[in-house]
């Protein structure tokens, strides 16, 4: 069986600082005034560069990267927005894109007429669209504006507007990039769940998005852009794992000068069991401190927190110049290390703050705010029930185990 989608060494050049021709009346009048300046000529830029790749009917695919590696370009030459400079694509089936907001539609059409003309486009039957066309206005959440104009929805409405007739209008094969990152979290569950539903169907997914967790979860296979070329081309979690380790993010540890007359915080990292400070849930945790102090100090206390984004404290650990454990009593520096060996950290983003002091009481020498920020992903947690993992559900989770038994009901 012959691939859905066949990329043959598709390549695509720009013309970097090249001012494009457009005849237009407005940049007639625009170059008119300027009749004194030099045209520069543009060096070329190629966004992608020898690309080849297969999909079959079915399958989920991520496309990652850093900006700039060239996704948005791929999807627009997928949707034959923007033609290849070299290469070929072969699309076996119907495809519907969303990559920008207002993409496809008609601003002075209503929201009636632009989901009858985008049905038209995908080559419907204007039966066949009345047929969803309910389903498609239930979901989007327009019902009220459906008959005013596009221009005068909001983007999020377009949005809305635009996602439902791309999913609903059943294309063999659906194109979306980073615009779900618009709509509000209520409708992103909503696109989420409708992709899910999309997906099982039988038909085909691009999806282009920097939401890693998201990608695991809708997609099966993965491939990495690294400027314009497939870096790694593999199952999703691999091709994950493989972008982490290639974008290792040094700014994870901390690190300032020693003061000469006070006790200093000069070094803290978190050591993540991925890279790019991600720390899959559940694994061990390790986080080092350096501390210098140039005098010796007696009863020092050192503590820090693990804070999430909304800076609430969620861990605390503490050290304590004791007997039995000295810290700090001589001039020098000491490296604590804090071992948590199962954290229950929920899905999100954390950071730390520190603190160096003497007794309760006493002078506090450093404080250190919002310092070496570590995400908690959750990629091979199993969980028994439909509900996705969403941030803000809780900070962590415990363990726990139900009872459950009859008793007899007192009337």
Known sequence: M?????????????KIGQKQRYL??????????????KHTEGSDFWALDDVSFEVQAGESIGIIGRNGAGKSTLLKILSRITPPTKGKVILR?????LLEVGTGFHPELTGRENVFMNGSILGLRRAEITQKFDEIVAFSGVEQFIDTPLKHYSSGMQLRLAFAVAAHLEPEILVIDE???????????????????????GRTIIFVSHDLVMLKKLCDRGILLEQGVIDFDSN???????????????TSVFTAVRKQNIPT????????????????FGQPLEIVFDIYTPNPILG????????????????????????????LADSGTYRLSFLIEAPKLFLGGYFLKCYLTEPPGGVVFDVLKNICPF?????????????????????????????VHKINEVI
């Not at 999703?236 to 974008?247: D, F």
């Open 2 to 14: 012959k691939p859905i989608i066949e990329v043959k060494n598709i390549s695509k050049q720009y």
């Open 24 to 37: 237009s009346l407005r940049d007639s009048v625009t170059d008119f005034f300027r009749f004194g300046q």
């Open 93 to 97: 089936g119907r495809i519907a894109s």
């Open 179 to 201: 615009v779900l990152a618009v709509g509000d979290a209520e409708f992103q569950k909503k696109c989420l769940g409708k992709m899910d539903e999309v997906s099982r169907s």
């Open 236 to 250: 999703m979690y691999s091709v994950i794992s493989h972008y982490l380790r290639a974008q290792k993010d040094k």
């Open 265 to 280: 915080i000069i070094r803290a990292e978190v050591k993540t069991s991925l890279f790019n400070n991600i720390h899959t």
């Open 300 to 327: 020092a206390c050192f503590s820090f927190q693990i804070v999430d984004n909304q800076e609430i404290a969620i861990v605390h650990g503490w050290a304590f110049d004791a007997p039995q454990h000295r810290f």
């Open 375 to 403: 995400r908690i992903e959750m990629y091979d947690v199993k969980k028994d029930y439909p509900f996705p993992w969403v941030e803000g559900n809780c900070r962590y989770i415990e363990t726990y185990n139900w009872t």
